[in-house]
């Protein structure tokens, strides 16, 4: 069998290298359906405009092309560089397992992206939002101590709707988190959480699902799923902050960045986000710049 022949199923080697992300590099599932949409796309590109039948055909001009098209149908820098790195990840493997010999996309330079700064609530927005549930209904109370979770740890929404009761230390004021790639960590959290999700487990134990072990739990008992949680926060931030962006993540924007504004240690910051590299966690550091331009014009005499 020569090259062509072996290297003319797309699929299969596709499927050979998101099983190598699930079971070696321990990849999310919600990150293996975002990379099998990426590779699907650009091989439907390249069967569209060039006819293309064989994966050792494929060169840089190919890998140009198709970033060029997405940026002219509207595609953003972010969303363009993140399918880029996709298909650098995919093309290492097929040379790994000498499927080719070069990786096409290793010198091809990413998009510049736009440095901008991630949305935040301000310490006065975040407060107005922790009185906003109705800590007399089980639901107010759940959402309550949802909020303060996610504000005191930083941690994100899949981590969040992934704790399970027996991850609350509640002598030590810790919770054990499984981030990314199934990589755990320790959070401390605050009495304010701490005072939240006792209340809230004194209504929690009485609605869960026998043998339940989810912390955060929907109406019918059973694990809060992910896009419940987006859909919560997201009502509670448009209350006290209409206009801004309304995410779990950005209470873990406002975490970093209300840590580092009160003279945190960067370092310490990134482990508490979970970052693997500290480049990562610095885009705050822009944002604590701009905090102290604003007061060095409003107290320098000459600013």
Do not use: W
Request: with cysteine.
């Amino acid at each position: 069998m020569d090259r062509k022949t072996k290297n003319r199923n797309f699929t299969k080697y596709r499927e050979r290298f998101l099983k190598h992300l699930l079971n070696t590099r321990r990849f999310s599932k919600n990150t293996i359906i975002s990379y099998r949409h990426d590779i699907i796309q650009f091989f439907n590109f390249l069967n569209d405009l060039y006819g293309m039948e064989y994966i050792n055909q494929i060169n840089r001009s190919h890998i140009r092309a198709f970033i060029s098209s997405l940026m002219k149908y509207g595609f953003d820098r972010s969303s363009a560089n993140r399918k880029l790195s996709t298909l650098k990840s995919f093309f290492s493997y097929l040379v790994s397992i000498n499927c080719i010999e070069k990786n096409p996309v290793i010198l091809i330079k990413a998009p510049k992206m736009e440095h901008k700064l991630p949305t935040f609530l301000t310490i006065t927005e975040i407060n107005n939002m922790m009185i906003v549930p109705d800590t007399k209904k089980f639901k107010g109370l759940r959402d309550k101590a949802i909020l303060e979770i996610l504000y005191s740890t930083g941690m994100r929404a899949s981590e969040c709707i992934n704790i399970n009761i027996n991850d609350i230390d509640f002598e030590n004021e810790t919770i054990l988190v499984l981030g990314k790639r199934k990589k755990e960590r320790i959070m401390p959290f605050n009495q304010n959480s701490k005072s939240s999700i006792r209340n809230y487990l004194i209504v929690r134990n009485k609605k869960s699902v026998k043998g339940e072990q989810a912390l955060f739990i929907n109406r019918s008992g059973s694990r809060l799923s992910q896009r419940s949680l987006i859909r919560i926060v997201k009502f509670y931030i448009n209350q006290v902050a209409p206009g801004k962006k309304a995410s779990p993540h950005t209470l873990r924007h406002t975490f970093a960045t209300h840590l580092l504004d009160s003279g945190a240690d960067l370092r310490a910051v990134q482990v508490l986000l979970g970052h693997v590299s500290l480049g990562t966690t610095q885009i705050y550091t822009h944002i604590t710049r701009t905090k102290l331009k604003k007061i060095y014009n409003q107290a320098h005499p000459r600013a």
